[in-house]
């Protein structure tokens, strides 16, 4: 009576630790799984420009986030535009774009850039950001 009392006791124990053990287990490697972030699309974009109504003519610009792009030729490819960030790296000022001489011009203290944004001239000695540019019909996209 008191062995058959024993192990009636320990079934039920070990039952009752194997369904918890199970549902732990269970619930730890389900509940666990992190959720991915599969709507990441848009892989750093920071505005689009539609080339229908903007950049239209060879030396136009926009600024965005930050970021100043150009019409350095004519056409809808990406070869057509730079983007790169409108703050001069010398003190911050917003830089322009001067299409006669095919570079941005800092208006505070003269620093320029080329369409990719090296220094061409100082005071600045670091090199503007370029951002990426692509074309997909009538939309231009800049991204990081
Ligand atoms: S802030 Fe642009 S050259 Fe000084």
Do not use: W
């Not at 024993?6 to 549902?23: D, R």
Request: contains cysteine; glycine residues 10%.
């Amino acid at each position: 009576m008191e062995r058959k009392e024993f192990l009636s006791k320990l079934g039920i124990g070990f039952a009752a630790v194997c369904v918890g053990c199970g549902v732990a287990a269970c619930g730890s490697s389900k509940s666990n799984d992190p959720t991915p972030d599969d709507n990441n699309n848009n892989n750093g974009d920071l505005f689009t420009v539609n080339l229908a109504n903007e950049l239209t003519t060879v030396g136009q610009s926009k600024v965005s986030n930050g970021v100043i792009v150009v019409r350095t030729a004519a056409g809808n490819s990406a070869s057509s535009f730079t983007a790169v960030q409108v703050a001069c790296t010398h003190q911050g000022t917003s830089i322009n774009y001067n299409n006669a001489q095919g570079r941005f011009i800092c208006p505070n203290h003269g620093s320029q850039f080329s369409t990719s944004g090296a220094v061409l001239v100082g005071p600045a000695t670091a090199a503007l950001k370029e951002y990426k540019v692509a074309v997909n019909g009538s939309t231009l996209t800049i991204s990081a």
